[in-house]
């Protein structure tokens, strides 16, 4: 069966319960630093208040493991997303406002007791209802079938709209959607969409770029994209950990230990197409400026760490990414967080945005990776940034993902 997207449905004046991607990064001030996921599914709560619906929206923040763990609440969320929508934002356990002005009710009582039903179901249609940490309960996380069915009793319609959380099965996800009427949100299916077609139809010359520390999280991804791609561009861990099992000396550099047999598979498997840096920066243990230095990689000393890529490798890659027409990239390529190791990634991410909306079909995911795309200020310009950086890795690795195939 086809996935229902709510672009297309005809859903007017039902209450619907929206999975959001609401697992957004908090600051010392308790204000939300980074709205990037809020921003991804506000279009969704838009269209539906737009059609005479009430919403509820819930979710998850952190790993809370089924206990109620205070700084993880989804009030800084909630808040967020009233100034957003321009709602006045009031927090309840119990009794909802009734007054003339729209709100952003953020609902922390336990909504499994009656008396809590009953005042989520008098809730204005005006209003969006916005529910805590649904982590903070251990049947969220065991899919459980009575706390599904509850959840979903708010409500005539489901709309996932939480691409990030899609490769979990959970009650508010899978669970929920064995009971009502389900739909794909919008940024939903622009993910569904963007990634669909670099699995179904992706345009030549293909090029893969892996960074970050971890491989194993993106050696599904390297082997399925892999046998298409023309080129696959490594740095950071992930090419730490190849020199490595090439017996050069990594010092202090950063790998995921334990996979060198996974990096030996990759090495082997694509050997044609896998390009590894030229020159790399490297630094002492400490960072101090005078030890850093851009060097071949079988030059590096037991008391250096390798932190980016030097000069050569960029202007290498650089001249693989201007020939492509289809770009997938996850993972930083250094230490980007702190200058001047940021040099490659922002390089490289400028270059992209360059290519992409136009010369190139564009697309990243990861958290470190988005935060390194806001940073080169390139958001606008990449055709598609993931919500979901492991849910992104595990449907290019052609996996079906729990979240998706229930709302088929």
Sequence with gaps: ??????????????????????????????????????R????????????GNKVIICGKRGRAKGKVVPELSL??????????????????????????????????????????????????????IFLE?????????????VF??????????????????????VSSNVGVAKHLPSYAGLSLEQEIKSLDSILKSVAHPFVVMAGGIKLSEKVGTLQNLGKKADKILVAGGVSNLMFKI???????????????????????NFKDKLILPQDVVVANKNLDKSSIRAIAPFKVTKDEQMLDIGPKTILEYSKVIKEAKTIVWSGPLGLFEKKPFDTGTMALARLMGGRGKGKAFVVAGGGDTVDAIRQAHQFENFDHVSTGGGAMLEYLAGKKLPGIEALK
């Design 133 to 145: 940490n649904l982590e903070f309960f251990a049947e969220e996380l065991s899919d459980d079938p």
């Design 1 to 38: 069966m086809a996935i229902k997207y709510l672009r297309t449905s005809k859903i007017q004046n039902k209450t619907v319960l929206v999975r959001g991607s609401v697992d957004a990064p908090v600051g010392e001030d308790g204000k939300v630093c980074d709205d990037f996921r809020l």
């Design 40 to 51: 991804s599914f506000l279009p969704t709560v838009k269209f539906l208040l737009a059609n």
């Design 148 to 169: 599904a069915k509850k959840l979903a009793g708010f409500a005539d319609v489901y709309v996932d709209d939480d691409f990030s959380k899609a490769h979990h099965p």
């Design 75 to 128: 009030k800084p969320a909630a808040e967020r997303i009233a100034e957003l929508l321009g709602f006045k934002f009031v927090e309840t356990d119990f009794k909802v406002p009734d007054y003339e002005i729209n709100h952003v009710i953020f609902y922390k009582g336990d909504f499994r007791e009656e008396k809590h039903q009953e005042q989520l179901s008098l809730t204005p249609d005006k209003d969006v």
């Design 246 to 268: 090439k017996d050069y000396e990594i010092g202090f550099s950063k790998i995921e230990e334990g996979e060198t047999k996974i990096a030996w598979e990759i090495l082997k």
